[in-house]
Structures are given as structure tokens and as C-alpha cells.
């Protein structure tokens, strides 16, 4: 079955640094769609890529979707203490099963 | 004030005994679903709907069963045979152009 997979598991900064989480498919997909869990918290939807080679940009986050279709990125520039958190990214198509990647868990230090 | 409601957020019982979480939404949406969490793990899929009256399982299914009689309501049962329930599980929704999912705030189970 479809699997996605996140690196790294984990990943420990200082805050000002930069931070980049991939996620990477087994099969092509039809869109990719990122989230973000602060601790004790829920999943928030973040952004849906859609287009081979889609740069999208929020704010200090950029999100890039690979030539392929197979594979994904989350950027976030200059860290803050606010974007601790584990990130999420899963095939958001018509698949209707709603997966997840294995999620990158954020730690930033002040 | 439309969401996705999971209760109660925490949940604790006796070894053996069977437990039902609540999710509600009034979104409409159609689909929905419920995700395993344990202590730095991912999402894990136990079920999900697309429609009222029919269900998937999802990766990790045994053990648990759900129902889904009303398009607002999809309540998961952890029964006894549900090797390892302490967890935190998640209910989400999402519409028919599957676009963004939302999820409620989570039930933290806890069997002693």
C-alpha cells in the first residue's frame, strides 16, 4: 500500500536557525498536503500543493512539491519558539483514505 | 460555531472493559476518520467513512469498531481485544473535494 515517509524524525535548533523537513512517497501523487501539531495539541492544516514543481510561501515557510510528484518539502526560515511542533505531510487526493507521514518533531531552543 | 467535537478529552478505565469515543462534527462533511497517536509516533489510521451506513478499516483496525449512523456522528469503540489501548486518538473530517482535513482536540485513553 501507499507509504510516506518524513526525515528526520526529529530535529533540534537553535532559534534563528533554519529548518527543512522532506517527505517522500512510494507512489506519484495527485497533491500533498502539510500539517502542524503543537505539542499536546491536534493536527492544523497548513497547505495543499497541487502542481509538478509548486513553490508555495507563508510567511517564514516555504513548501515545494517535487518535479515528480513523489516527494516534498517544508522550509521555515529564521526558527521561532512559536513553530515548535511536529509536522505532518500526507497524500491529501481522492484516495479517501487520509494518511500520514511519519511527521519531523520541531524543537526550537530560545 | 462549526468544528469537530471529540469527547471526553480524558479517558481513563479498567483493563478488560470495552470504551466509546465520541466525535461529532457539523460541518457536513462526509468523511471521516480516527488516527492512533502514541508518544512520538505519527498518525496512525484505525477507520474511516466516506458515507453514512459504510466504513473502511484503516492500518491498525483490530481491536477496535466504529459505527457511523448519522453523517455528523462516527463514534469508535476500543473493545477488550484491543491489545495496547492506551493512546491518543484523534477524530478528523473532511468534505468531498478533499481538501483540508480538520480534527478535534483528541481523547486521551489511559487503561489501568
Known amino acids: 500500500g501507499q507509504q510516506v515517509m518524513q526525515i528526520p524524525q526529529y530535529q533540534h535548533v537553535q532559534e534563528g536557525e533554519d529548518f527543512t523537513t522532506y517527505c517522500n512517497s512510494s507512489?506519484?501523487?495527485?497533491?500533498i498536503q502539510w500539517y502542524k501539531q503543537r505539542p499536546g495539541g491536534h493536527p492544523v492544516f497548513l497547505i495543499q500543493?497541487?502542481?509538478?514543481?509548486e513553490v508555495k510561501k507563508q510567511k517564514r515557510l516555504t513548501f515545494q512539491f517535487g518535479e515528480a510528484k513523489k516527494n516534498s518539502s517544508l522550509h521555515i526560515t529564521a526558527t521561532q519558539t512559536t513553530d515548535v511542533g511536529t509536522y505532518f505531510c500526507?497524500?491529501?487526493?481522492?484516495?479517501?483514505?487520509?494518511?500520514f507521514g511519519t511527521g519531523t518533531l520541531l524543537a526550537v531552543q530560545p | 460555531d462549526g468544528g469537530i467535537t471529540q469527547s471526553p478529552k480524558y479517558l481513563f478505565r479498567k483493563e478488560g472493559q470495552n470504551v466509546t469515543l465520541s466525535c461529532e462534527q457539523n460541518?457536513?462533511?462526509?468523511?471521516m476518520y480516527w488516527y492512533r497517536q502514541d508518544p512520538g509516533q505519527g498518525l496512525r489510521l484505525i477507520y474511516y467513512?466516506?458515507?453514512?451506513?459504510?466504513?473502511q478499516k484503516g492500518d491498525i483496525a483490530e481491536g477496535y469498531s466504529v459505527s457511523r449512523e448519522k453523517k455528523e456522528s462516527f463514534p469508535l469503540t476500543v473493545t477488550s481485544a484491543q491489545k495496547n489501548p492506551t493512546a491518543f486518538y484523534l477524530c478528523?473530517?473532511?468534505?468531498?473535494?478533499?481538501?483540508?482535513?480538520?480534527f478535534g482536540q483528541g481523547t486521551r485513553l489511559t487503561v489501568v
Open positions: 500526507g497524500p491529501g487526493g481522492a484516495t479517501n483514505k487520509l494518511i
Open positions: 460541518l457536513n462533511h462526509d468523511a
Open positions: 478528523a473530517s473532511r468534505g468531498t473535494d478533499n481538501t483540508e482535513a480538520f
Open positions: 500543493l497541487v502542481k509538478s514543481g
Open positions: 507512489t506519484t501523487l495527485s497533491n
Open positions: 467513512s466516506q458515507i453514512v451506513n459504510d466504513f
